[in-house]
């Protein structure tokens, strides 16, 4: 011990803030440790309870996965749940069965958290006869030469950091290799109460010794330094002893709270402190606890997983305190009534110490793989909390040289903006403060609440930021979406325009002749096809000629003009179809009806007429057979109407050239040769009808297949 050691004790008892001065982080408090409790009792045999309550979430990152069902018969280290993510993008841990059994059930269990929340475990019965499985990781008992080597078996192994954060010891190895090189060894353990690390040590000095050096030369660490608290003399003891000959540097340090931290022991032994922001690991340095590095030599020699570890029990409500080798999935209040509580367990127990440990909602939850402790001290009366004095013992206490007391009232006031301004995430939640605090004001639970705020608060920033991000990109991609149909649009266009421009540019210099000439034989065939259809609808009016009545003379026979004028002379004496002779009045209304009757003759055959014409129109050229024979129709209608004509001139002149002797007999031959010219006028009108609709008819049939022909 050094003169300022000494001095520095000799002070203590009047100034006990002294003590700070002998080790180099700020702050740290001595409390009453009560380590005697179970320290001076041996580890205990391990107890197999009636039944294991294995929770598939024992670490930080994602729980593992069912791989049994109710009723399959299990042997110890055998593997019974496991994720089936990748271990490279999420924490991920196995589980194994911590002894032989039966899977009873598989339901939802009270988890050892603060929260008291529930979740999935396997209950297996076991049958007591502790069946193994040897060697299930099948390691070949090698140290490993690289760090993949040295992680693939940590993941089978399921090892967990088991000082009490609970991360996944693969994970927190790098991969490449002399990344590290200072391994530094957790052995202070200065929470109160808590003893198992100090029994390990004594007990497993050179396991712990083997997987550090297993461990460093798997990184290529070439320097390990190993802390100790004071107050454990045997374990420095047996630890000094074991790491004789190595590269391992046993270091004794001062009996402060929290000495543990990784931070702070760190500063201890290296004199380096950490960034703010920054691992260990950024600065060549990783720290493991003795209990981990114990686990490491078990996986890699013998092939072992983790299915238990030593945990204490103790506490000022038990009478017989110990240290147990407990198994994986134990519930509390088994190792508990083991120690003999000194009155009954209606209180809830604690995991962990007096300064970091929580109470527990039920006191049937499970030893877990971060299990150090479990402490039994019945409740004490509450210490009423007052308003804060500022007295400065908070900051003068926090081993981070923080503002304690500026982050209370900011997280008290809900300003967590400056909450997070003061470094609260670097808190370790220590409760050093709270120890130390004159108005007993839980500063912690301050924290812990400004924390959980804070990381919701980032968590809907985050979203809101990803919502407008995708909602840009979402406008980003329309418009450019838009820009590039328009650009293909325009680049159709000007494609076309190009292509036009260069047709009409290549066919005047091509070929002039041929061009004038086949413009020439198409005006000359749109020139005939005109003649042809003018010539087609004269021949079919001169058709229609024959059949409709003509008011003018000059286009009349003279046969023809003789017949109507005797006809007009009859009409004075003119007789109904029975012989009766009409009158004058009623002659005329038989004149008007005929003449009214030609009218409608006519009209019908003017219609046909236009029809016929409008289907002229619509071909511009016909078939020379379909033209002859419509030229032979006509000319054979002419020639038939021609033949009538003049055998009503011949029937005309006969009559009028027979003798009348007597006026009955003139009476008679009168009656009967206007009979005879009425009948003769209404077959000629029948006959001149039914031309006009046949060639009205067959014109228009003919007319329909020539453009339909044409269209083919």
Not at 666 to 684: F, G, I, P, R
Request: one cysteine or more; a positive charge.
């Amino acid at each position: 011990m050094s003169v300022l050691s000494s001095l520095i004790q000799k002070i203590a008892p009047i100034y006990p803030q002294a003590k700070r001065w002998l080790h180099r982080f700020n702050g740290g408090v001595f409390p009453q440790y009560r380590k005697e409790l179970s320290s001076r009792q041996p580890i205990r045999k391990p107890i197999i309870p009636e039944r294991l309550i294995m929770p598939l979430q024992q670490q930080v990152g994602q729980p593992a996965e069912l791989l049994v069902k109710v009723g399959d018969k299990v042997k110890k280290n055998q593997l019974i749940a496991r994720s089936s993510k990748d271990a490279n993008k999420a924490l991920v841990v196995p589980i194994h069965a911590p002894t032989s059994g039966v899977v009873k059930e598989i339901a939802n269990y009270t988890l050892p958290h603060p929260s008291g929340l529930e979740d999935i475990a396997i209950i297996i019965e076991p049958d007591y006869l502790d069946e193994a499985l040897e060697n299930v990781l099948q390691v070949s008992g090698k140290t490993p030469d690289t760090p993949q080597q040295l992680k693939d078996i940590l993941l089978k192994a399921g090892i967990v950091g088991m000082g009490g954060a609970g991360f996944p010891t693969y994970a927190k190895l790098p991969k490449e290799q002399a990344k590290i090189h200072t391994l530094l060894i957790n052995g202070a353990e200065c929470e109160p109460f808590i003893t198992c690390d100090d029994l390990l040590m004594q007990t497993e000095a050179d396991a712990i010794i083997q997987g550090a050096l297993i461990t460093a030369k798997a990184l290529g660490s070439t320097k390990i330094l190993c802390g100790i608290e004071s107050n454990k003399p045997a374990a420095i003891k047996a630890m000094k002893s074991a790491a004789q000959d190595t590269i391992i540097e046993i270091i004794e340090v001062q009996s402060v709270y929290p000495m543990g931290g990784q931070k702070q022991l760190t500063q201890e032994l290296t004199g380096i402190e950490m960034p703010h922001k920054a691992h260990a690991v950024d600065i060549g340095l990783l720290m493991m606890n003795v209990a981990t590095l114990a686990a490491i030599y078990k996986a890699v020699t013998l092939g072992e997983p983790l299915t238990s570890r030593l945990v204490s029990v103790t506490g000022l409500g038990l009478a017989k305190p110990f240290n147990i080798r407990a198994l994986i999935g134990t519930p509390f209040d088994t190792l508990a009534n083991a120690a003999e509580p000194k009155t009954e367990l209606n209180y809830p127990l604690v995991m962990g110490g007096p300064m970091m440990g929580f109470a527990l909602q039920n006191n049937q939850v499970p030893v877990i793989k971060t299990t150090n402790c479990i402490l039994a001290n019945p409740p004490e009366p509450t210490e009423m909390q007052m308003p804060c004095i500022r007295c400065g013992e908070c900051m003068d206490a926090c081993p981070i040289n923080l503002l304690p007391q500026q982050m209370y009232w900011h997280s008290q006031a809900h300003e967590f903006d400056k909450v997070e301004k003061l470094n609260v995430f670097d808190c370790i939640e220590c409760g050093c403060c709270s120890y130390v605090c004159p108005s007993h004001i839980p500063l912690v639970q301050y924290y812990r609440h400004a924390k959980s705020e804070i990381k919701e608060i980032h968590a809907e920033e985050k979203a809101v930021a990803l919502a407008k991000e995708r909602h840009e990109f979402k406008l980003a991609r329309i418009e450019r979406e838009k820009q590039e149909r328009e650009a293909r649009l325009k680049a159709k266009k000007d494609a076309v325009k190009k292509q036009a421009t260069q047709t009409s540019t290549d066919k005047p210099s091509s070929n002039p002749n041929t061009s004038n000439a086949a413009a020439a034989a198409r005006a000359a065939a749109k020139a005939a096809a005109a003649k042809k259809a003018e010539d087609k609808k004269s021949a079919i009016k001169q058709d229609y000629a024959f059949a409709e009545p003509v008011n003018s003379e000059n286009n009349i026979p003279a046969a023809r003009r003789k017949a109507i004028e005797a006809a007009k002379q009859a009409a004075s004496q003119a007789s109904d179809s029975e012989g009766n002779v009409m009158t004058p009045k009623e002659a005329a209304k038989a004149a008007a009806m005929a003449a009214a009757k030609k009218r409608a003759q006519a009209k019908k055959a003017e219609i046909a007429l236009k029809q016929i014409e409008q289907s002229v129109d619509l071909t511009e050229t016909t078939e020379p057979s379909a033209a002859s024979k419509k030229e032979a129709a006509r000319k054979a209608a002419m020639q038939a109407a021609r033949e009538a004509a003049k055998k009503r001139k011949a029937e005309s002149d006969s009559n009028t050239e027979k003798p009348v002797n007597n006026e009955d007999n003139k009476t008679d031959v009168d009656s009967t040769k206007n009979k005879k010219q009425q009948a003769m006028q209404l077959a000629k009108a029948n006959a001149a009808k039914k031309a006009a609709e046949r060639a009205a008819k067959k014109s228009a049939e003919q007319a329909t297949s020539d453009s339909t022909e044409e269209s083919n």
